[in-house]
């Protein structure tokens, strides 16, 4: 399971209690389902006020005993990073069947509009135009 706390804001005891039952509510059904789960938390953009630290860390702790099998705690990229390599299985790419389903227009080249929709689309990441410039000038050609 994914959290990403992006946007959060707990600005009192009140407001991480409330936060505590909803993340309890949203993970019970799947953890009465299939027992424990192992899950990945993006701190990145959470905002927790100051001296509610112990306050969350007692709330989650409950949390955490009751649904979580593992946890992993990120910021930033390195939650791209971990939710990307889950996603995709990356040692098991076939990179052919990924740039064939990124052309559009099955010419066997992708266009570098093409190779910024396919990476926007598969992995919902945005290319912007100057690392799109550095990864292909013109058409990347896909052969066997």
């Given at each position: 399971?994914?959290?990403?706390?992006?946007?959060?804001?707990?600005?009192?005891?009140?407001?991480?209690?409330?936060?505590?039952?909803?993340?309890?509510?949203?993970?019970?059904?799947?953890?009465?389902?299939?027992?424990?789960?192992?899950?990945?938390?993006?701190y990145d953009?959470?905002?927790?006020?100051?001296?509610?630290?112990?306050?969350?860390?007692?709330?989650?702790?409950?949390?955490?005993?009751?649904?979580?099998?593992?946890?992993?705690?990120?910021?930033?990229?390195?939650?791209?990073?971990?939710?990307?390599?889950?996603?995709?299985?990356i040692e098991?790419?076939?990179?052919?069947?990924?740039?064939?389903?990124?052309?559009?227009?099955?010419?066997?080249?992708?266009?570098?509009?093409?190779?910024?929709?396919?990476?926007?689309?598969?992995?919902?990441?945005?290319?912007?135009?100057?690392?799109?410039?550095?990864?292909?000038?013109?058409?990347?050609?896909?052969?066997?």
């Amino acid at each position: 399971v994914f959290i990403d706390l992006f946007g959060v804001q707990l600005a009192s005891k009140e407001d991480v209690r409330w936060f505590a039952s909803a993340l309890d509510e949203v993970l019970d059904p799947l953890t009465k389902k299939k027992g424990p789960v192992d899950v990945i938390v993006t701190y990145d953009g959470f905002d927790l006020r100051c001296n509610l630290e112990e306050t969350y860390s007692a709330a989650l702790k409950k949390v955490e005993s009751k649904h979580y099998k593992s946890v992993k705690r990120y910021s930033g990229k390195a939650f791209r990073r971990a939710k990307l390599k889950q996603m995709t299985n990356i040692e098991s790419w076939d990179a052919l069947s990924i740039f064939a389903l990124m052309d559009e227009d099955r010419d066997m080249k992708l266009s570098p509009e093409e190779l910024r929709g396919g990476m926007r689309k598969t992995f919902g990441i945005n290319i912007k135009q100057a690392e799109l410039d550095q990864l292909c000038h013109d058409e990347i050609t896909i052969q066997n």
